[in-house]
């Protein structure tokens, strides 16, 4: 309807154009917007307040000329000139009977658009260290990356998703020496487990499986293991304990024993997140290596484009990037003194390499933690002649698990922490994409268990649910007293859907392909959901108030096509959302 009504202003516009107007406008000048007062119409807009300037006129005489020059449209009751000049228009009853009828025909496809052009989108996210399974913080951002790919997707834009696996550095060596600490407990050494290591079960599990699979081949005197080792906390410093004890590690078994034990661990880490993602409903389309991805040469060759661009300086032995020329707030070590490539090196070559293959805009979906991380990259793809500003990276924010009135204490290297394996087993799949969903990514959720748990109205996931469910139970009831559905009939009567409670109905559906839009614009998940409560909300309480099979066969396929229309769009919403769509409950 909206993009209906900004056709039909183009069209004024054109036709007032030389004569009140100088020239033309740019189709982006003309928004149409919904009213947030009903009293004003349906729609308005502000395109002769936008134009009076250049046109010379009057704002409001302007706006009274387009209306005069609007064409005549089966669309609009009528329109009409406010205050200094905004336009408002009043739909006419054929246009919510035109929608809903457009409804039945696209189905599935109600509310996809072209707005992103097919403009190609790569959209990473989750991307956790696979030094663990996945917790309830990496939940929230599975969630709202596939739906925020699944959105954009439906908005027209062309979305590939991507998992950067990082499996280099530091963190994987503290994994690796944490499960071989394990590993001799299992073979029967006495060893002081390290301050700084992971403390998890699945530690446990993984030194098990490397026992297995290896025998006694990896096991040492602990004697051995803790000659000269430095105090760990809370005595010494748990930092340089740890780099000692890995040092140690690949002293004693080799470094090809090291790399066995860290890749049997990465292994297992990779193929439970694989598996926790996929049975929480999210997929990708490509899984990239951070150790792959460092060995092939690209970050060399971003470096070298920024030498040959002279972006780059050398200080105390190491090579700089000079970031500040590019909006950063300080200049960023790319290769150390020891020659050892920094992060931020690996970084910026990473997304150049996304740029390379295509993608004309790049989202990260990253934790709560990466303030700054915007900024620096952008700063390193506009010194390799890449746009910045391709570069977005919503922030998400923390997750708070609640127990009735008890917060639930979480601590990932402590082993304080709830999966997110433990989280769907609890509250389901469905609860878990809708109520991560719930809020703004970028401010923090409380996550309230019993409510996600629940089988009542108080649970919005549930009180969505029930809305298609019980358009499902009507269809039934319908069936069981020997009635059929008239599609053709109940959409020629449409426009008999006049009373307060359908007329609602009507209004909320017809929003579905904005908020779709809306929703993908600014990357905001949480829309869809507040908008599918709205949409449920009207509907329950038609359901509560109305008989839907009555006598007037007319009347009644038209209110059944109103409530399939409900059910559909419905359906389409809990689908992007990653949720299920029961027929009962």
Known sequence: MKEQLEQLLLTALARVTGSVLPEMPPAAAVVVERTRDPQHGDFATNVALRLAKAARRNPRELAEAIVRALPASTLIDRAEVAGAGFINFRLAPAAYAGELAAIHERGAGYGESQLGGGERVLVEFVSANPTGPLHVGHGRQAAYGATLANVLTAA???VAREYYINDAGRQMDILAVSAWVRYLELAGETLPFPENGYRGDYVRVLAAELRAALGESLRRPAAAVLDG???????????AYIDVLIARARELIGAQGFR????ACLAAMLTDIREDLAEFGVWFDHWTSEREFAESGAIDHALALLERAGHLYRQEGALWFRATAFGDEK???VVRENGQKTYFASDIAYHLAKRERGF???????GADHHGYVARVRAGLAAMGQPGECLEAPLIQFVSLYRGAEKIPMGKREAQFVTLRQLRTEVGNDACRFFYLMRSHDQPLDFDLELAKSHSNE?????????????ASVMKQLAARGLSFDRS???????????AHEQAVLHALVRYPEIIEQTAANRAPHALVHYLRDLANVFHTYYNAEQFIVEDAP???????LVLGVQQVVRNGLTLLGVSAPESM
């Open 260 to 263: 066995r034990v860290l890749a």
């Open 229 to 239: 080792l430095p105090a760990d906390a809370p005595g010494g410093d748990k930092e």
């Open 555 to 561: 009347l009644r396929n038209a209110r059944l096509a």
């Open 360 to 366: 004309a805009r790049l989202i990260d979906v990253l």
């Open 156 to 158: 027209g834009f062309t």
């Open 459 to 471: 649970n919005p996931v549930y009180y969505i649910q029930y809305a298609h469910a019980r358009v």
């Open 331 to 333: 200049d960023r070590v």
């Open 489 to 499: 009939a109940g959409l020629a009567a449409a426009v008999r859907l006049d009373n």
